[in-house]
């Protein structure tokens, strides 16, 4: 796989990380989204991760999160990994020497884990992600008092921040949001006409209604989602033009119905096709500002190449500089520039990037500190088959430059994307 990326031209550098679902579906096949893998399967995996580690491969990813849900609605193969397997195979990174540990957290693991799994390993573990929102103990607070307990303790645990507020666009033929209520499941196990079909069932739209109630005593992942829902904007819909860019909760009192029963409607009548925009977490920018200038977290979470039509969070970095350093004031230039660079080179072990040195590769990426920052959302057309995506324009960039190679500048390719292109492939951390 990393010589078929390696023979590819490329404008930009790629680092690699090989991910636990693929090689547990490998290993497993269709069990790997039923249970818990045997002693000789996960002897398997460990070898599958090792092979990975020493090709080249930055690290191992793996993913607990309950909204990460695939094939027939069910788990994503990695969500039923318990925790043994995860540190044993983890273990393949100690034994390769290299490679860092990154997690998007669920019910497992989480503090005392990662701290098990840095104290066994002697990698890098940094987790997806902290964010402002959440309630109670296990709220950011906490987090971040708990993180630096153990970095103190001298274990390299970093957690991920985002710098934007985390949102996203959805369509009801992919309710990406409410897939981790039970109820959604045959939703996420249908098509389209089987979709519409539960959307139209009055016992399913009971259901939706009692879990989105803001009275609701029912708790759990379920709780931050109904606060979310009361924030969702109807973003597009053809039949309804005029409740575009209205609160859904709004639209909903001033025609007599029900939220939940409203959204369903437009989804409907749209076949589909009508948006909406659900805020998630991290919208305190008091709060997200203390966790952008904490020295122990990364900058993280952009989602750039995942959940394309319904995020587009990678502009985080223009978003750094317009909004944080020049718009708030929040953050240095220079710090600003370092998170972006040299701190996650320090957290993946980019070990010949990060910095501007004499003898270290030329990845610049002039810009206007008076103009620098992130467009609205715009919907383009342009993957496979028409498929649409989310794209936020960048200001302010006059030239990026690549292993010394301009590839851009002015808004404009420099480089032809049918020739040769200067990107890299960073093995183990570096092009070398």
Aim: glycine share 10%.
């Amino acid at each position: 796989y990393l010589d078929a990326i390696e023979a590819r031209p490329k404008a930009i550098n790629v680092g690699v990380l090989v991910g636990h679902t693929p090689i547990r579906l490998f290993a497993m096949g269709e069990a790997s989204i039923e249970r818990t893998a045997t002693k000789a399967e996960t002897v398997i995996m460990r070898a599958l991760v090792l092979e990975a580690i020493e090709a080249g491969a930055v690290g191992f990813s793996t993913s607990q999160s309950p909204v990460h849900v695939g094939y027939k609605g069910l788990p994503v193969p990695s969500r039923q990994a318990d925790f043994a397997e995860i540190m044993t195979l983890a273990g393949a990174l100690r034994d390769a020497g290299s490679g860092v540990i990154q997690i998007t957290v669920g019910r497992i693991p989480w503090f005392d884990e990662f701290a098990a799994l840095a104290r066994e390993t002697g990698r890098n573990v940094t987790w997806t992600a902290m964010l402002t929102g959440m309630e109670g103990p296990d709220g950011h607070i906490g987090q971040l008092r708990r993180s630096i307990e153990i970095l103190e303790a001298g274990l390299p645990v970093y957690p991920q921040v985002a710098c934007r507020p985390l949102q996203s666009e959805f369509q009801f033929s992919s309710p990406f949001s409410f897939e981790r209520m039970p109820f959604f499941q045959p939703v996420s196990a249908a098509d389209r006409d089987g979709k519409k079909l539960i959307y139209r069932d009055p016992e399913f739209r009971r259901a939706f209604r009692d879990a989105m109630a803001l009275d609701s005593d029912m708790g759990g992942e379920i709780a931050p989602l109904r606060l979310s829902f009361h924030g969702i904007t109807i973003t597009d819909c053809h039949t309804r033009p005029e409740l575009v860019e209205r609160k859904l909760v709004d639209a909903a009192t001033e025609l007599g119905v029900n939220p939940v029963d409203l959204a369903l409607d437009l989804a409907l009548e749209t076949d589909l096709a009508a948006r909406f925009r659900i805020p998630l977490l991290n919208d305190d920018e008091d709060a997200v500002e203390m966790l952008l200038k904490d020295p122990h977290m990364v900058l993280g979470l952009s989602d750039a190449g995942a959940h394309t039509s319904q995020m587009y969070d990678s502009c985080y970095s223009t978003h750094l500089l317009g909004h944080w350093v020049r718009e708030r004031g929040a953050l240095t230039p220079e710090h600003a520039v370092w998170m972006l660079t040299g701190r996650p080179a320090e957290v993946f072990d980019i070990t010949d990037r990060g910095l501007l040195a004499e003898g270290r590769p030329a990845d610049v990426v002039v810009y206007d500190p008076d103009t620098i920052g992130a467009g609205p959302p715009k919907r383009v057309h342009d993957l496979p088959a028409g498929a649409d995506r989310l794209i936020s324009e960048a200001f302010g960039i006059d030239a990026v430059i690549v292993n010394g190679v301009v590839i851009r500048q002015g808004g404009t390719d420099r480089v032809d994307g049918k020739g040769p292109l200067p990107g890299k492939l960073l093995r183990h951390g570096s092009a070398a």
